[in-house]
């Protein structure tokens, strides 16, 4: 495979952009030295690099692009949109348009708000929290990946460095799925707490989840506790929407929360996110009430004209057509014919699946039964090497074919012979450069 370019752009870019991308889930550090170090366009399931390779999109931008890469509805409305201009000194009319349309879908909410990303929304929901309850701590799950790039999140992570003490402290955390540690949090910090934020549920959930509580119990229980506590309940639905159920997990399991968040799916990759809630606490950021407002969210490009209209677009088709229950059945599939390849190459100890439709995922260990991320960096370079973009994750979508699953499948179990190989004598016989980095650490 012929990487030229893509080894220019890699020296290149590092020389002007710190860390080599927007994103840190974006960079070489996630991936080995044998692929792709850019792209330069996408269409359905596929994308082509700078060398005009052309490779199978099993990611599909961070899970954000779930009706595949420039799609043909999505991309004509956002055209058409564009030629009107995109930002606007007052609202445009396609505010209140897409304000409506998303808000019959959370039949529970009364008020939304829009931004560009799910940092900017989710802290926009802690102080939210803080404001209505006048409290300050902020109770989040440790075994959670992700819920912002902002001070309060990060400073609970290995990766806090230039976050003061005192604002880290600020955040407490509560092991995901276990109502007891949850339970536990609220009595350690009686009427300190403001906020609990989670996401309603994760690929690993009632699969190799430890805790084995169903969703729907964990969710109910978390939040009747928060309630019965005086805190405010937010879900974090920038993963689970659009792909568990439409709209999301919180209306799957009629958890009626008090904010909620929303982005990635919602819109087919483009930047376009929302927060939506009840009036009694969104509107402790309006001008309409006589008191003091809380400065919600204030963004010059939080509702540019296209984002909106692509958020339009993506919403009416997955209200025209089963969107969902299309990706669940690719997953199935994916899952069914991984299973098979893995039983037959007498691999199930040191590969396992989680066996989430949604978001299935492979895990990969050595040969004393531990995660290995070296394994796993090995298999994502010999899948890179046969045009599959795979890091042991499937994102279903609705340009993926039954045809795209087979040849992942044709090409992972050639790929086994050399995963057999590497259990027995090291994958550093086999792998090129280093292995992957995790972005950061949970602080437990």
């Known amino acids: 495979m012929k990487l030229t370019k893509s080894k220019i752009f890699k020296n290149k870019i590092h020389k002007l952009i710190p860390g080599g991308a927007h994103t840190y889930s974006k960079g070489d550090d996630q991936f080995p030295e044998l692929s792709p170090s850019a792209f330069l366009r996408g269409k359905g399931s596929y994308l082509w690099d700078l060398d005009n390779n052309k490779y199978l999109d099993c990611s599909m931008g961070l899970s954000s692009v779930t009706l595949g890469h420039a799609h043909p509805q999505v991309i004509k409305g956002v055209a058409k949109e564009l030629k009107k201009g995109t930002n606007f000194q007052r609202p445009s009319v396609k505010e209140l348009e897409v304000a ?23 802290t926009a929901a802690v102080k939210l929290a803080r404001a209505k309850t006048g409290r300050d701590l902020i109770a989040v799950p440790y075994d959670h990946p992700f819920y912002s790039y902002d001070d309060w999140f990060i400073g609970q992570t290995n990766c806090n460095k230039g976050i003061p003490k005192a604002i880290r402290d600020l955040t407490v955390t509560f092991k995901g799925c276990d109502l007891t540690s949850l339970e536990k949090l609220f009595k350690k910090y009686k009427n300190k707490i403001a906020c609990v934020i989670t996401e309603p549920e994760r690929p690993v959930c009632n699969t190799i989840c430890d805790c084995k509580i169903p969703v729907k119990n964990f969710l109910k229980g978390a939040y009747n506790l928060t309630k019965k506590n005086g805190a405010v309940f937010i879900l974090d639905e920038m993963i689970t929407g659009y792909k568990t159920h439409f709209p999301g997990s919180s209306v799957k399991y009629n958890i009626r929360a008090d904010l909620i968040t929303w982005g990635k799916s919602i819109s087919n990759g483009f930047s376009f996110s929302a927060l939506t809630g009840k009036k009694e606490i969104m509107d402790l950021g309006s001008i309409k009430k006589k008191q003091e407002k809380v400065f919600l ?13 692509a958020g339009i677009e993506t919403l009416k088709v997955f209200k025209s057509k089963k969107v969902v229950e299309y990706k669940k059945l690719i997953g199935d599939y994916f899952l069914k014919s991984i299973k098979n390849i893995i039983k037959e190459n007498k691999l199930e100890k040191y590969i396992k699946t989680v066996d989430c439709n949604w978001f299935p995922q492979i895990i990969f260990y050595d040969k004393n039964l531990k995660v290995c991320d070296g394994l796993k960096t090995l298999v994502m370079q010999e899948m890179f090497k046969r045009k599959i973009l795979f890091q042991g994750i499937l994102i279903p979508s609705l340009s993926h074919k039954k045809k795209n699953i087979d040849d992942l499948v044709k090409s992972f179990d ?12 090291g994958y550093k016989k086999y792998l090129y450069g280093e292995k992957i980095k995790p972005v950061f650490r949970k602080i437990i």
């Open 100 to 122: 409506e349309l998303f808000l019959e879908q959370i039949k529970f909410h009364d008020r939304i708000k829009f931004a560009k990303n799910g940092s900017t929304l989710t």
């Open 414 to 425: 050639n790929v086994l012979q050399i995963y057999r190989k590497a259990l027995n004598k």
């Open 297 to 309: 969210i204030s963004t010059t490009h939080g509702a540019e004209t296209h984002s909106i209209q």
